[in-house]
């Protein structure tokens, strides 16, 4: 049987990826290229060089090295490709995707320390000074920015002084961050950062790109474990003669081409995070309003993506609730939090102040419907 597609309205993704994209970079899909058109190789060179423009990093000392697959194949390529043999790496954790670093890590072999903090706080930078002190045998060390499991931000500037301090290699999962959240790679000491096609820059699903520093991708000869997610190689096949090493996705990176011009119209980083920020703040004043709790302390929420507790009233079902809205087309997302029951609204992707306005006159009017009244 045929799944059966809705028709042409797309509904409204708040979630934290694949997000709502513009009908612009929806339309730049339609083209067929050959990998090997000059045209295509152009496109994919400017494309990396407008990455590292808008991690604001020199082209001498950063480079852009895009991978086939989504974002975890990505972070997969950095662990798989980067960690010399022998190595050790101090994955400092506050959720879900710090533990899946962990988890690559088991499976590739490579020798860990972990240090978990709990998901409703900030590493404590102290902690980890303790943990590179205690340990000089550790080579490298990763963390995430934003933890999109909850939506904190993550101090990746004062991690990256101690990974600098310490003299080992450090690695930031910027996953849902770049391109929003304004970070200064070269100052961050940052060696490698991660993210993907279809968060903040608001392309559509298909790869990731590394931005890693030169002078350290360049050391990694000899200690990729794994042939399609090898950094260096990727990195030389696209220096060499431009091209990926295996079948790019190429209507992707055509409609990623177009969200990068978008992201530039926009007015860059600062212009996206004011948008962003702007629906952070109608989505909390509105929940509120509603009488949502979010989960985490308010300093320490970021504007990408915001958890709000489950609420405590007989006739909540999350999932009755996600049903109606859905139906209504507003998209949220379920709760990643290990210790809180929770759901995740995001506010990141091609939506604007009036489409969170709309999803909370949604929430309101299913309120109602569920005969939940959480103002009383
Ligand atoms: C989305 C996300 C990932 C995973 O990306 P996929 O594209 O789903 O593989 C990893 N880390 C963070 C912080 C994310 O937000």
Same mark, same amino acid.
């Given at each position: 049987?045929?799944?059966?597609?809705?028709?042409?309205?797309? +509904?409204?993704?708040?979630?934290?990826?694949?997000?709502?994209?513009?009908?612009?970079?929806?339309?730049?899909?339609?083209?067929?290229?050959?990998?090997?058109?000059?045209?295509?190789?152009?496109?994919?060179?400017?494309?990396r060089?407008?990455?590292?423009?808008?991690?604001?990093?020199?082209?001498?000392?950063?480079?852009?090295?895009?991978?086939?697959? &989504? /974002?975890?194949? &990505?972070?997969?390529?950095?662990?798989? &490709?980067?960690?010399?043999? /022998?190595?050790?790496? !101090?994955?400092?954790?506050?959720g879900?995707?710090?533990?899946?670093?962990?988890?690559?890590?088991?499976?590739?072999g490579?020798?860990?320390?972990?240090?978990?903090?709990?998901e409703?706080?900030?590493?404590?930078?102290?902690?980890?000074?303790?943990? #590179? +002190?205690?340990?000089?045998?550790?080579?490298?060390?990763?963390?995430?920015?934003?933890?999109?499991?909850?939506?904190?931000?993550?101090?990746?500037?004062?991690?990256?002084? !101690?990974?600098?301090?310490?003299?080992?290699?450090?690695?930031?999962?910027?996953?849902?961050?770049?391109?929003?959240?304004?970070?200064?790679?070269?100052?961050?000491?940052?060696d490698?950062?991660?993210s993907?096609?279809? +968060?903040?820059?608001?392309?559509?699903?298909?790869?990731?790109?590394?931005?890693?520093?030169?002078?350290?991708?360049?050391?990694?000869?000899?200690?990729?474990?794994?042939?399609?997610?090898?950094? #260096?190689?990727?990195?030389?096949? #696209?220096?060499?003669?431009?091209?990926?090493?295996?079948?790019?996705?190429?209507?992707?990176? #055509?409609?990623?081409?177009?969200?990068?011009?978008?992201?530039?119209?926009?007015?860059?980083?600062?212009?996206?995070?004011?948008?962003?920020?702007?629906?952070?703040?109608?989505?909390?004043?509105?929940?509120?309003?509603?009488?949502?709790?979010?989960?985490?302390?308010?300093?320490?929420?970021?504007y990408?993506?915001?958890?709000?507790?489950?609420?405590?009233?007989?006739?909540?079902?999350?999932?009755?609730?996600?049903?109606?809205?859905?139906?209504?087309?507003?998209?949220?997302?379920?709760?990643?939090?290990?210790?809180?029951?929770?759901?995740?609204?995001g506010?990141?992707?091609?939506?604007?102040?009036?489409?969170?306005?709309?999803?909370?006159?949604?929430?309101?009017?299913?309120l109602?419907?569920?005969?939940?009244?959480?103002?009383?």
């Amino acid at each position: 049987m045929r799944p059966s597609l809705p028709g042409w309205k797309d +509904k409204i993704l708040f979630t934290p990826g694949p997000l709502t994209t513009s009908q612009t970079v929806k339309q730049a899909l339609l083209r067929d290229f050959g990998s090997r058109d000059h045209a295509f190789i152009e496109l994919v060179a400017d494309l990396r060089n407008r990455l590292l423009h808008i991690g604001q990093v020199d082209p001498e000392t950063y480079v852009a090295v895009p991978m086939q697959g &989504s /974002g975890t194949f &990505s972070i997969e390529a950095v662990f798989a &490709s980067t960690i010399r043999p /022998g190595g050790k790496v !101090l994955l400092v954790i506050n959720g879900a995707y710090g533990e899946r670093m962990a988890t690559m890590c088991t499976m590739l072999g490579i020798e860990t320390t972990k240090l978990v903090f709990p998901e409703n706080q900030a590493p404590d930078p102290e902690a980890v000074r303790a943990a #590179l +002190k205690a340990d000089d045998t550790l080579t490298d060390m990763a963390t995430v920015h934003c933890e999109t499991t909850t939506g904190i931000i993550n101090p990746v500037e004062e991690l990256g002084a !101690l990974a600098r301090e310490f003299g080992v290699r450090y690695f930031v999962d910027a996953m849902s961050s770049f391109g929003a959240v304004p970070l200064d790679l070269a100052a961050a000491h940052i060696d490698y950062l991660v993210s993907s096609a279809n +968060k903040c820059i608001e392309g559509v699903p298909g790869f990731g790109f590394v931005i890693a520093r030169r002078e350290a991708l360049a050391a990694t000869e000899g200690w990729a474990r794994s042939l399609s997610l090898d950094l #260096l190689a990727q990195w030389r096949g #696209l220096e060499g003669n431009g091209q990926f090493r295996f079948t790019p996705p190429t209507h992707v990176l #055509l409609a990623f081409y177009q969200a990068l011009l978008e992201l530039e119209q926009e007015g860059g980083v600062a212009g996206r995070a004011a948008r962003y920020e702007g629906n952070y703040r109608t989505l909390i004043e509105g929940m509120a309003r509603l009488g949502f709790t979010e989960y985490l302390q308010r300093e320490k929420q970021g504007y990408i993506i915001t958890s709000f507790l489950y609420p405590d009233h007989p006739n909540w079902d999350f999932n009755g609730f996600y049903d109606r809205l859905n139906a209504r087309d507003y998209v949220i997302y379920p709760g990643k939090v290990s210790d809180a029951d929770c759901f995740r609204i995001g506010n990141i992707g091609r939506i604007f102040t009036a489409d969170v306005q709309a999803l909370l006159a949604a929430i309101a009017d299913v309120l109602v419907e569920m005969e939940i009244d959480l103002t009383a």
